[in-house]
């Protein structure tokens, strides 16, 4: 009953404007194999983050079709797609409620064991056990003792424990300590493995990590080639 994507993305001259008087990207042709890791980079206004819109779905292409493992995003049922995509943007964002639940956001019915492999995984644990009531602690009145690299973590195991098969991460341009730079690289290599994933980089040792760069101009891509090469 369930559909397991396998996380091969095409896009098939896709044609996307935000109004119909501005095209952003114009007949684009993109096909990404499943678990590859891309590393999306280029000047701003480029297009990434709409590129990431459209796998995410917040919006559908003006003309032509966007692919998960053959399937037009479109016809795939929402439950399915919330599944297979997960974008993990640049603010990191904590809502109400306990370490735990921000955890589990993308999997409710996750057991605390499970919530915190997922912490483990991506090395969040030992801040969380550090923290006033552990995993119960409230994010919102305890807010201010969650810094930037921490609420990322936090982020990126809730992303782990939903293990989709196209994982979207817009980076973070703001820059850490280089103790929570070099955990959020260690966090990343466990994250990205055995899934597709599409990243926004704004980090060099996050393109080194990447099969494949992507360098975006004006909505279309002038390289594409692995990181040595480039
Ligand atoms: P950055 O590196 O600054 O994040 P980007 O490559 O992510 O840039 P996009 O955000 O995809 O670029 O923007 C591409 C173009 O689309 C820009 O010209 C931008 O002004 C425009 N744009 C982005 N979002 C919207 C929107 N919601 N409505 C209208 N135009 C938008
Ligand atoms: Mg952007």
Redesign the pocket.
């Given at each position: 009953d369930l559909w397991e994507a396998r996380g091969h993305l095409r896009f098939e001259d896709v044609t996307f404007g935000?109004?119909d008087d501005r095209t952003?990207l114009p007949d684009f042709a993109l096909d990404i194999p499943a678990g590859q890791t891309i590393a999306l980079v280029?000047?701003?206004?480029?297009?990434?983050?709409?590129?990431a819109k459209l796998i995410a779905r917040f919006y559908d292409p003006t003309r032509g079709r966007l692919t998960l493992d053959g399937v037009d995003l479109r016809q795939l049922h929402p439950k399915d797609l919330r599944r297979a995509i997960v974008m993990v943007t640049q603010e990191a964002y904590l809502f109400s409620g306990t370490v735990a639940d921000n955890i589990a956001l993308g999997k409710p019915d996750a057991t605390l064991d499970e919530i915190q492999a997922a912490a483990r995984a991506v090395g969040a644990h030992a801040f969380i056990e550090r923290l006033p009531d552990g995993y119960a602690t409230d994010v919102n009145k305890r807010g201010g003792r969650v810094s930037a690299g921490q609420r990322q973590l936090i982020s990126f195991a809730r992303a782990f424990l939903a293990d989709p098969a196209v994982l979207i991460l817009d980076e973070a341009t703001a820059s850490l300590d280089i103790p929570s730079e070099r955990q959020i690289q260690e966090a990343l290599g466990t994250l990205l493995a055995d899934r597709t994933a599409i990243i926004?980089a704004h980090r060099l040792s996050t393109v080194a990590i990447a099969d494949r760069v992507l360098v975006?101009e004006h909505g279309r891509i002038i390289e594409d080639d692995t990181p040595a090469a480039l």
């Open positions: 935000y109004s952003i280029g000047t701003t206004g480029a297009g990434k983050s709409t590129l926004i975006m």
